[in-house]
Nanobody
Framework: QVQLVESGGGLVQAGGSLRLSCTAS????????MAWFRQAPGKEREFVAA????????YYADSVKGRFTISRDSAKNTVYLQMNSLKPEDTAVYYC??????????????????WGQGTQVTVSS
């Protein structure tokens, strides 16, 4: 079992930046493929970014490409999401997710086995 805890959310003005962190505990002797998703009120959970176990491959939703960067520090069992040039439409609860075996469809929530509780990001206009 793996437990994921997100942090770093908050309230920021449009154009600002935030860095989210997701720290894994439990069975961390192996590395996991990780992803960030978000869910706004009344909307389905949507893919934001994913990173492979090695950190060598990263994927982004078109809506965040060029503004967000996913990275990982395996020594700290932590994955980050650097969010720049934030927009009001980025407002959502952000969740991190993990899967040991590389997901065939990294952007699909059901592909992932472990989830954090989420952290709120609010971008004011």
């Amino acid at each position: 079992q793996v437990q994921l805890v997100e942090s770093g959310g908050g309230l920021v003005q449009a154009g600002g930046s935030l860095r989210l962190s997701c720290t894994a505990s439990g069975r961390t002797s192996v590395s996991y493929n990780m992803a960030w998703f978000r869910q706004a009120p009344g909307k389905e959970r949507e893919f934001v970014a994913a990173i492979s176990r090695s950190g060598g491959n990263a994927y982004y939703a078109d809506s965040v490409k060029g503004r967000f960067t996913i990275s990982r520090d395996s020594a700290k069992n932590t994955v980050y999401l650097q969010m720049n040039s934030l927009k009001p439409e980025d407002t959502a609860v952000y969740y991190c997710a993990a899967k040991f075996i590389y997901p065939s469809r990294p952007s699909i929530p059901h592909e992932y086995d472990y989830w954090g509780q989420g952290t709120q990001v609010t971008v004011s206009s």
